[in-house]
T-cell receptor, first 113, second 113 residues
Framework: DQQVKQNSPSLSVQEGRISILNCDYT??????FLWYKKYPAEGPTFLIS?????DKNEDGRFTVFLNKSAKHLSLHIVPSQPGDSAVYFC????????????FGSGTQLTVLP | GAGVSQSPSNKVTEKGKDVELRCDPI?????LYWYRQSLGQGLEFLIY????????KSGLPSDRFSAERTGGSVSTLTIQRTQQEDSAVYLC???????????FGEGSRLTVL
């Protein structure tokens, strides 16, 4: 049973346009969400996070939106750059048992020059 | 080094052999995690160490898998009698606080022939 789902395995976007990566979760106990980026042959690197007390968090070109009622979060990258091409993983944890992150299956983003 | 270090980076073994994978977390990080990523899959939680507490082994897929963390620092993941389905990238991560981002190593790619 996948508690964190990324239904789009891949996404292609033109350079300069907005990239929107989506993530859905089923566990209502999740209250902390993160996005990680992964290049080939490298470990995932942290990108941005959001707590359930907020519905938006922005860091430069990256913004994460959280819709708790829909159990949905999204990562917006604008403007997209070719160097953003990577696999993006959504992850969630529950502070009551803040032991592990549950990851989605990832979305391969390709930014076309 | 400043980051999470894993060794070996690549390991090819024959079915039935035992393997050991090593992780050096970031100095001072009390939490250490092992995840694995099989081809085309997301990150699967394996085991979690937090300080001197008993580890959370709930993600280990079988009793052929074990891990230890000596002196609250270096961790070794051992897979006994390897099977082809054990082939994956094994990722180690550490975290300084109870909540917050995980810092990942580059992973150990295991191939079982």
């Amino acid at each position: 049973d996948q508690q964190v789902k990324q239904n789009s395995p891949s996404l292609s976007v033109q350079e300069g346009r907005i990239s929107i990566l989506n993530c859905d979760y089923t566990n209502s106990m999740f209250d902390y969400f993160l996005w990680y980026k992964k290049y080939p042959a490298e470990g995932p690197t942290f990108l941005i996070s959001i707590s359930s007390i907020k519905d938006k968090n922005e860091d430069g070109r990256f913004t994460v939106f959280l819709n708790k009622s829909a159990k949905h979060l999204s990562l917006h990258i604008v403007p997209s750059q070719p160097g953003d091409s990577a696999v993006y993983f959504c992850a969630a944890s529950a502070s009551g048992s803040a032991r592990q992150l549950t990851f989605g299956s990832g979305t391969q983003l390709t930014v076309l020059p | 080094g400043a980051g999470v270090s894993q060794s070996p980076s690549n390991k090819v073994t024959e079915k039935g052999k035992d393997v050991e994978l090593r992780c050096d977390p970031i100095s001072g990080h009390t939490a250490l995690y092992w995840y694995r990523q099989s081809l085309g899959q997301g990150l699967e939680f394996l085991i979690y160490f937090q300080g001197n507490s008993a580890p959370d082994k709930s993600g280990l897929p079988s009793d052929r898998f074990s891990a230890e963390r000596t002196g609250g620092s270096v961790s070794t993941l051992t897979i006994q009698r390897t099977q082809q389905e054990d082939s994956a990238v094994y990722l180690c991560a550490s975290r300084a606080l109870v909540l917050g981002e995980l810092f990942f190593g580059e992973g150990s790619r295991l191939t079982v022939l």
